[in-house]
């Protein structure tokens, strides 16, 4: 029979999905079907998510080809047609159209259209403020309306509700066309049905509007170099490297490039430094550039056109109307006006990258820090069902594994959280919030190492960490994961009784505090035995020897080699012998005051485990 997993590479039907749950859940009892409910609730966040990827890799080609068109084609109305062909096919739409402004008599008329049904609807001229399409002209603002045909909102004239009747249109989005803060005209979609636009389809056809506007600024740019045969070259040049960094641009998303290489792009075919901050401030990519840049940043969004500073130019990265980031190139000359229009082109690609980088990283967040809680709450039996699950993510805790539990202080938890999450990733392991602390769980046999690079990462964030770290091996066999996270969190909460914020331990760091400070019982006290004179007592198990027994006599006798030698009948190079196995076994540190204290209550707790 078919397994969830299965249905999802076969990109199957909701309705398959829910056949194979009743299949798989007829026959079990209550536990068993809760089960089969839990993988077929994965299955389908997953079936989400592969879904959403499918379409954001179908609007980063659409993209793609766009660009390829603007780059190849000069002819500003076959560019033109070409946008609104793809705008139509991306949103699945009956029909789109391109408008555009006329100021000499106030009105906007159709440029170009695809799906359009009459002649009358082609050669449309609106009065600026009429209908949908005029007032987004006019305005320079985006509007969508469900039902045209009862919308009050907009000025209408009779031959225009002729011409909409005629297309049989029910639901517009219209964006404008802005140049250099100038509103040229509209783009709109269509549908001949009463439906919403989701903020995705508003976002997406803002982006055919930017490259339309693109699109007839470019063909100005070749006009003026016919006219002007003195500034051929130049402008011939200029444009050139336009298109060869909007190929490396585009070229560079579709190949999941980052903001550094986009600011290496950029640098490149503008002959500048480029560098990409944050909406905060913080740098991304590149150098600092050591303008005085930050005053542009405003006028740079809401013109949505890069800005002229001393020493070089500023663009925003805008995703809708959020601010993601801020390009800033230095340059020795004057950057030209298609120069200008390439570090805005870049901008774009910066707000696609970091979108899609958030989205990516959401979704890791999401699912990695989900399996976590799942692996750390579930019984045996589950978590040996996670493990292909554990797989499936990149995680490998089948050999020595730290797991690492930490509290934050000074610094979003949240945000610690997802930093702790690339860490993991990183480092092929899984991370998340749990029960108030951050939980890092990564292959490794260091733990004080994991704790100081998780502390590293918090740190980073600008904030403190107290982190609890624990060691074992194959995490998802029995409950060992559960018990080293168990022995983190008692470190951890030793720490924090102990007023120590902001250090790493582990369970021989604590010593005798963890079981003092601890929320202990039998099975901690024997671990805490078996820690400090296990390898001992082991060694005495297997070769019939009375290391244990010099052990106590030692330090019974304050450390005096006669006296113990006296105590035990035997000679005093017989306890020297003794003494060195016992330095093999527990390491030279073992006669240190603080391990002494922790080895003689050790010792005494074993034997009144004994009775």
Known sequence: ???????????????????????????????????????????????????????????????????????????????????????????????TYLSLNDEDDGASFMKVTDGALTREFQNLRLPLGTGL????????AAYFTEDYSTDERFVRRGFIDEAVAGEQIRAILGVPLVLDGVVIGALLAVHRSVRRFPQSEISLLTSFAAHAVVALENARLFAEL????RSL??????????????????????????????????SGVLDGDAAIFSAAGELLAGDDPGLAWTDAVAGAVVSGRSVAV??????????????????????????????????????????????FARSVIDAEERLGGQLLVDLLDADEGARGRLRERVRRHGASLDGPVVVAAAVVDDADRHRASRAA??????????????????????????????????????????????????????????????????????????????GRRGEVSDPAGLGVARLLLGDN??????????????????????RGTA?????????????????????????????????????????????????????????????????
């Open 226 to 229: 016919d006219e002007a045969n």
């Open 310 to 355: 001393d020493g070089g130019v500023v663009a925003a990265a805008l995703a809708g109307t959020e601010h993601v980031a801020t390009l800033v190139l230095r340059r020795d000359d004057r950057l030209d006006l298609a120069g200008r229009r390439t570090l805005e082109r870049g901008a774009l690609v910066t707000a696609l990258v970091l979108l």
């Open 1 to 95: 029979m078919a397994t969830f997993l299965d249905l999802l590479y076969d990109e199957a039907p909701l309705a398959a999905f829910d056949e194979h749950l009743a299949q798989a859940s007829r026959g079990l009892d209550e536990a068993g079907a809760a089960r089969v409910r839990a993988d077929y609730d994965v299955a389908l966040r997953l079936r989400d998510l592969m879904s959403r990827m499918r379409s954001r890799e179908a609007e980063l080609s659409a993209l793609y080809e766009t660009a390829s068109d603007l780059t190849a084609i000069r002819d500003v109305d076959t560019i033109l047609a070409a946008i609104v062909r793809r705008a139509r096919q991306l949103l699945h739409c009956d029909m």
């Open 521 to 542: 019982d039998p099975e901690h006290v024997t671990a805490f035995v078996e820690a400090m004179v296990g390898p001992v007592r082991a060694w005495d198990a297997r």
């Open 133 to 140: 399409l005029g007032l987004v002209a006019q305005t320079g």
């Open 421 to 498: 999450v690339a860490t993991a990733r990183r480092m092929s392991g899984l991370a998340g919030e749990h029960r108030g602390a951050v939980v890092l769980v990564v292959p490794g046999q260091d733990p004080l190492r994991v704790g100081a690079e998780l502390q590293a990462v918090v740190t980073a964030e600008g904030g403190t960490a107290t982190v609890g770290v624990a060691g074992t091996h194959d995490a998802l066999h029995g409950d060992r994961l559960v018990a080293a996270h168990a022995e983190a969190r008692r470190c951890l909460d030793t720490l924090l009784r102990l």
């Open 547 to 611: 290391l244990v027994g010099t052990l106590e006599a030692w330090f019974a006798t304050g450390g005096r080699l006669r006296e113990t030698a006296s105590a035990l009948h035997v000679h005093p190079n017989t306890v020297t012998q003794r003494l060195e196995r016992v330095a093999e076994l527990l390491g030279p540190g073992w006669r240190d005051p603080a391990r002494a204290l922790d080895l003689q209550l050790a010792l005494r707790l074993a034997r009144l485990q004994e009775g």
């Open 233 to 266: 070259t130049r402008h011939t040049e200029a444009v050139d490297a336009a298109a060869l960094a909007h190929d490396r641009l585009t070229d560079l998303l579709l190949h999941g490039g980052g903001v550094a290489e986009v600011a290496e792009v950029l």
